[in-house]
């Protein structure tokens, strides 16, 4: 019985280390999530900006 309980012992580690690893990758995760829609709004807004007067002469060249 003794070496059984000692298993058990490691596998109660193992999954304390588990769950502390899962949670800390999860808060990484939802930090990424979180920062991902303001970088793509401000890289948006920067492209949209550089490719408009392109855009525009594009489109006065085919009205005229």
């Given at each position: 019985k003794a070496a059984v309980q000692l298993a058990g012992d490691h596998a109660g580690i193992a999954a304390g280390?588990?769950?502390v690893l899962g949670v800390i990758l999860g808060l990484v995760g939802l930090i990424m999530v979180a920062l991902a829609y303001p970088v793509y709004d401000r890289v948006l807004k920067k492209e949209?900006?550089?490719i408009a007067p392109e855009i525009?002469?594009?489109t006065d060249?085919?009205?005229n």
């Amino acid at each position: 019985k003794a070496a059984v309980q000692l298993a058990g012992d490691h596998a109660g580690i193992a999954a304390g280390a588990a769950m502390v690893l899962g949670v800390i990758l999860g808060l990484v995760g939802l930090i990424m999530v979180a920062l991902a829609y303001p970088v793509y709004d401000r890289v948006l807004k920067k492209e949209r900006a550089r490719i408009a007067p392109e855009i525009l002469r594009l489109t006065d060249e085919l009205l005229n």
